[in-house]
């Protein structure tokens, strides 16, 4: 039996990219414990004209909300799980939530998007929010812990960040989507880095083409003339 993966939410810009990863969490049959700060909720209404409200919006409604801002569910493997996983929310401030101890198991944690300030926090092991303590703690336990970080362009400090980060054991993740699988929509970009998180936390999934797998790619290698012109 699979263990819960931990989401958390930042203020970051790309609130498009953690409700589709919520949204194919739970397809893929997984529960996620997600921890959204105040500063991710208002970029959740900024970008995608969302109000979401740990008091009143449960699970069930943000899979709603993501049905209405996507017109295609996430493609995950041919075989879907016999039910959807279950969304729990924890306040930012609430350090007793289970989720704040190594003792509650877990198959990974992705903060998505990641914020430059908690980036910074979690590569030097010191937070003020219950973001930044789970990140610690999967850090402590050699769990997975998925960054994904959407700024542009980085400074010196940021770099340096991501490097600790990596050398304590995350693995961070630019929100830097590939062009080779047959990009038509903006949704396309976006389930690329939705596809390349869920292959970090080993979780099936058919989001994007893989490479060499697009047939018009394969046809025009095959139909070419053989010439070495560049």
């Known amino acids: 039996m699979s263990n819960p993966i931990v989401v958390g939410i930042t203020g970051a810009s790309g609130a498009v990219y953690g409700l589709r990863l919520l949204q194919s969490l739970s397809y893929a049959g997984r529960d996620v414990h997600l921890i959204m700060s105040r500063a991710g909720r208002l970029v959740f209404r900024e970008e995608l004209q969302l109000d979401i409200d740990p008091e009143t919006t449960g699970g069930d409604k943000i899979l709603k909300l993501a049905s209405s801002c996507f017109l295609e569910p996430p493609r995950l493997s041919d075989q879907q799980p016999a039910a959807i996983g279950t969304i729990h929310w924890h306040d930012e401030n609430d350090f007793m939530a289970p989720i704040a101890s190594g003792s509650f198991l877990t198959d990974g944690m992705v903060i998505c998007p990641c914020s430059s300030s908690t980036l910074g926090k979690v590569a030097h092991g010191t937070g003020s929010n219950l973001i930044h303590r789970v990140a610690d703690v999967h850090l402590k336990e050699r769990r997975r812990l998925v960054l994904m970080p959407r700024e542009t362009p980085l400074s010196l400090v940021q770099l340096k960040n991501m490097q600790e980060a990596v050398a304590a054991g995350a693995v961070v993740l630019p ?21 390349r998180i869920l292959d970090q936390l080993e979780i099936e999934n058919q989001l994007m083409q893989r490479w060499g797998k697009r047939q018009k790619y ?6 070419s003339s053989g010439d070495d012109q560049v």
């Open 175 to 195: 929100a830097m989507p590939g062009w080779y699988h047959g990009v038509e929509s903006v949704l396309d970009l976006v389930d690329f880095i939705v596809a």
């Open 218 to 223: 394969d046809e025009t290698i095959t139909t």
